[in-house]
């Protein structure tokens, strides 16, 4: 009898309750992943606090505090509908940077990098550089979160997100650029354009041949 009880228990403890409330508009998979990307989006975040105190140039401070500020609100976006499912309170907005597009051609030697050894050495260059692998992975986990995302809504919001880092990513390189600390490569005249002529329009058809 004392047996019967205990496989009574554990297979009732299997069973999902009455009362429990279940979720209808999300899948199981979409809410692990999305848990992963309110997540990441959590450690940027915080890893922009700690950059902040070490920031010396105040063009990139100006630059961090813009991107904190804008990813709050699109953290709090994404939280609402990851809850809800439905049409949040603010919808997504656009990030639009300050500087412009001009970017610097050409490579000069410089001093080999190598990683730092104490907290003192930490620059300017390392810490744009920590921004933008920032920027840059949640521009990347974005769109694969989006794809495994069921509920429309948060699959939109996600989707919508994407271009907004890559404009921050952007943000933070021509900062770079501009600084020497990331520079770009040349092709000769004759590589480039061989390169830029390796393609050619195609006519439009209606319908695939058999």
């Not at 500020?69 to 809800?84: A, L």
Request: charged share 15%; glycine share 6%; hydrophobic share 30%.
């Amino acid at each position: 009898m004392q047996n019967m009880n205990q496989n009574q228990n554990q297979f009732s403890s299997t069973m999902p309750m009455n009362n429990q409330t279940m979720v209808k508009n999300r899948g199981g998979h979409e809410l692990f992943d999305g848990h992963e990307t309110i997540s990441s989006i959590i450690n940027m975040l915080d890893q922009y606090q700690m950059y902040a105190q070490y920031i010396k140039d105040p063009e990139l401070k100006s630059i961090a505090q813009r991107q904190a500020s804008f990813v709050t609100q699109m953290y709090n976006t994404v939280v609402e509908c990851y809850k809800t499912g439905k049409d949040p309170a603010v919808p997504t907005q656009q990030y639009r940077m300050t500087q412009n597009n001009n970017v610097i051609y050409g490579v000069k030697p410089g001093q080999p990098k190598k990683p730092i050894q104490s907290i003192n050495e930490i620059s300017d260059q390392g810490l744009s550089g920590y921004m933008m692998a920032n920027t840059k992975g949640l521009a990347t986990l974005l769109p694969m979160t989006a794809l495994e995302i069921n509920n429309p809504v948060l699959r939109r919001v996600l989707a919508d997100s994407v271009p907004n880092f890559i404009e921050m990513s952007y943000e933070i390189f021509l900062y770079q650029n501009k600084h020497g600390y990331y520079q770009v490569p040349e092709l000769t005249e004759q590589d480039a354009s061989i390169m830029l002529n390796s393609y050619t329009t195609t006519s439009q058809t209606g319908h695939m041949t058999h």
